[in-house]
């Protein structure tokens, strides 16, 4: 008689910075997952019951946040959201980007989960095949859960805030406080879309640090032919270069396929800011010079030019945390080739010599795995992406404050 073998679920073990994460995502419906914490971080095992919580409450998030909108659309003069017909429009653009990528990430929830888990255990493999330990560093890792449990406070004190300042003004107003609470599912797709940044922000930083180790191993090798001058090497280092070739090679198959399982989601996300900081530019220009401002009381022109302010400085912020991570990882890849480059250039050795023969190979390994994260190949992942949002969010607010 065949023995059926049990399906087990992909699991693995991730630092605390991602447990707390993943924990607080599998609260919003977008990590189908199960955790078990131990004393070096978190068991992060895949289920699939939970997928059905994440599909259930996101479709609640989203008809509740469609509810309101109708709500508000029958009557647009009952709303403290849309006092005039421009940000009429643009609040059902916001509403709709925001819904549609909450709708967007919990669908591909279950296929991220599992590949996020896939790469954490591929680069813990290559971590541990260099001979160094698959784990985060302690201070590095705690600095990391700090940056993340502060990013979560401050995300959900600014969307707290924004929330009960518009309830306020509808109890002051004596309009429809039943609609401004409704909005609250939009608040909530507004945390996932954040949540689904943070995990491409963290998966990222995972996968760099891995890249790093290469760079770091590959300095080191060539610091001792440096400085001892060695005009012979042995077979150790060129084993070393292999391997680090290998590793190399495996980073950016993991880079390519996150690029890969990212790339609409992040296009999505881009766009989604692109618009927040056009919008919010244009709602604190507006409050200040008193376009739209007829019929705010004491409290409203006090308090909305400061929370688009907080706003715009969110929307930056979080620009800056998609890009970062791409960007150094773009600056890690050019590095290698700069080391491997020089390594050559430098190495006092025959060209039958195994360690002139590995850098070779490992040389040509480089011209062929050209990595960056492009999505969709539309654009590249790196500083000069944000000199251009900006350039074209200037000329889209001329367009529309000439309007």
Not at 62 to 77: E, N, Q, V
Not at 205 to 211: C, E, F, H, I, K
Request: with cysteine; proline share 3%; net charge positive.
């Amino acid at each position: 008689m065949f023995k059926i073998k049990k399906w087990l679920p992909p699991e693995c073990v991730v630092p605390k910075s991602m447990g707390i994460f993943l924990w607080m995502s599998r609260a919003f419906g977008i990590a189908p997952v199960r955790l078990t914490v131990k004393p070096d971080g978190y068991v992060v095992r895949f289920s699939k019951s939970i997928c059905l919580y994440g599909y259930a409450i996101i479709f609640t998030f989203s008809l509740i946040t469609m509810l309101a909108l109708g709500f508000d659309l029958a009557i647009p003069l009952g709303t403290t959201r849309t006092p005039s017909e421009t940000r009429r429009v643009m609040w059902v653009i916001d509403l709709a980007v925001v819904t549609i990528i909450a709708i967007v990430g919990g669908y591909q929830a279950p296929a991220h989960m599992k590949r996020l888990i896939d790469f954490v255990s591929r680069v813990q493999q290559i971590t541990s095949d260099l001979n160094a330990s698959s784990k985060c560093p302690k201070s590095s890792d705690d600095r990391m859960y700090c940056c993340v449990v502060f990013a979560l406070i401050f995300l959900f004190t600014i969307l707290f805030g924004d929330l009960l300042s518009y309830i306020y003004i509808a109890i002051e107003k004596e309009e429809r406080v039943w609609v401004a609470v409704m909005y609250s599912g939009y608040y909530c797709s507004n945390v996932i879309t954040r949540l689904i940044k943070v995990q491409f922000m963290l998966t990222a930083t995972y996968v760099l640090s891995a890249l790093r180790l290469i760079n770091s191993k590959l300095k080191n090798l060539q610091k001792k032919y440096d400085q001892y001058h060695v005009t012979s090497a042995g077979e150790s280092d060129a084993q070393t270069i292999r391997h680090l070739s290998l590793s190399y090679g495996a980073v950016c198959k993991i880079i390519k396929e996150i690029d890969k399982s990212y790339g609409t989601v992040l296009l999505l996300l881009l766009g989604m800011m692109f618009l927040h900081l056009i919008v919010t530019l244009y709602y604190i220009i507006n409050d200040i010079i008193g376009i739209d401002s007829t019929g705010y009381d004491k409290f409203e022109t006090f308090t909305k030019p400061i929370l688009q302010a907080i706003w715009c400085a969110f929307h930056t912020w979080n620009l800056f945390m998609i890009i970062e991570p791409s960007h150094k990882t773009h600056e890690e890849v050019e590095r290698t080739k700069e080391l491997i480059s020089q390594f050559m250039c430098t190495l006092r050795l025959q060209m039958s010599d195994p360690l002139q023969m590995e850098l070779e190979v490992f040389g040509k390994r480089l011209l062929l795995d050209c990595v960056a994260y492009s999505p969709h190949q539309v654009l590249t992942l790196t500083r000069g992406l944000v000199v251009t949002i900006f350039g074209s969010m200037t000329t889209y607010l001329v367009v529309i404050i000439g309007l």
